[in-house]
T-cell receptor
Framework: GAGVSQSPRYKVTKRGQDVALRCDPI?????LYWYRQALGQGPEFLTY????????KSGLPNDRFSAERPEGSISTLTIQRTEQRDSAMYRC????????????FGNGTRLTVT | KNEVEQSPQNLTAQEGEFITINCSYS?????LHWLQQHPGGGIVSLFM???GKKKHGRLIATINIQEKHSSLHITASHPRDSAVYIC?????????FGTGTRLQVFP
C-alpha cells in the first residue's frame, strides 16, 4: 500500500485478555516507531525499531507490553492481560531511514478495554 | 520537566492573524518534526528540520540548534488551520513528543 497501515482500526477487549496490534510500514522503510495517545493527551513514545532490531523500548509502560518486528517489516505490539488504563489510540510511524527522513503515520488502532 | 516543551498550550486567533508556536527541547536531536493532528485524529508530518528554516505555503518552521528551540509560524491564518500542532524531537533511537498546541482560528 501507499501508506502506513494499521490493523485493526478498532479493538474492544475485556480486561485480562491479550491483544495484538499490527503495523505494516511503507515498503522499504527502515525505522518504525510505536506510540500511543490517550484521549485529550499528547502522544507518548513506546518503542523503536531499526530494521528488525528493537533499539529502544524505554517507553513501554511495563512488562505486559512487548513488540517485535521479526523480518524488519511488519511489526506487532502485544499487550498481555489488558487493563482499563491501556485504553488509548495506538499508532505507528515509519521512515525511510533513521535520521534524515520524514515520518509517515498510520491511522492507528483505537483500543478500548472494558 | 518534559524533554520537549511547547507553548502556548492553547491558542485562539482571528482569521488572517500571524501565528507562532514555540518548541524547546533539552535533548540532543538528529531532527525536529512539526506535526499536525486534526480533530479526526490523523497525524500529518508538516516539517522535518535539522537546521535553518523551511517554508511550505503559509507555514514556516525555523530551528536554532544552539538554543535548542524551534518555531512554527502560520501566516494569514485560516479556520482550516485549526488543529493540534505537535513538535517531536528525534534522537538516534527515540521520538520525544511535545504536549501539543491546540489552535483554533475563528472567521
Amino acid at each position: 500500500g501507499a501508506g502506513v497501515s494499521q490493523s485493526p482500526r478498532y479493538k474492544v477487549t475485556k480486561r485480562g485478555q491479550d491483544v495484538a496490534l499490527r503495523c505494516d510500514p511503507i515498503s522499504g522503510h527502515v525505522s518504525l516507531y510505536w506510540y500511543r495517545q490517550a484521549l485529550g493527551q499528547g502522544p507518548e513514545f513506546l518503542t523503536y525499531f531499526n530494521y528488525e532490531a528493537q533499539q529502544d523500548k524505554s517507553g513501554l509502560p511495563n512488562d505486559r507490553f512487548s513488540a517485535e518486528r521479526p523480518e524488519g517489516s511488519i511489526s506487532t505490539l502485544t499487550i498481555q492481560r489488558t487493563e482499563q488504563r491501556d485504553s488509548a489510540m495506538y499508532r505507528c510511524a515509519s521512515s525511510l531511514e533513521q535520521k534524515g527522513s520524514p515520518l509517515h503515520f498510520g491511522n492507528g488502532t483505537r483500543l478500548t478495554v472494558t | 520537566k518534559n524533554e520537549v516543551e511547547q507553548s502556548p498550550q492553547n491558542l485562539t486567533a482571528q482569521e488572517g492573524e500571524f501565528i507562532t508556536i514555540n518548541c524547546s527541547y533539552s535533548v540532543g536531536i538528529s531532527a525536529l518534526h512539526w506535526l499536525q493532528q486534526h480533530p479526526g485524529g490523523g497525524i500529518v508530518s508538516l516539517f522535518m528540520l535539522s537546521s535553518g528554516k523551511k517554508k511550505h505555503g503559509r507555514l514556516i518552521a525555523t530551528i536554532n540548534i544552539q538554543e535548542k528551540h524551534s518555531s512554527l509560524h502560520i501566516t494569514a491564518s485560516h479556520p482550516r488551520d485549526s488543529a493540534v500542532y505537535i513538535c517531536a524531537a528525534r534522537d538516534t533511537d527515540k521520538l520525544i513528543f511535545g504536549t501539543g498546541t491546540r489552535l483554533q482560528v475563528f472567521p
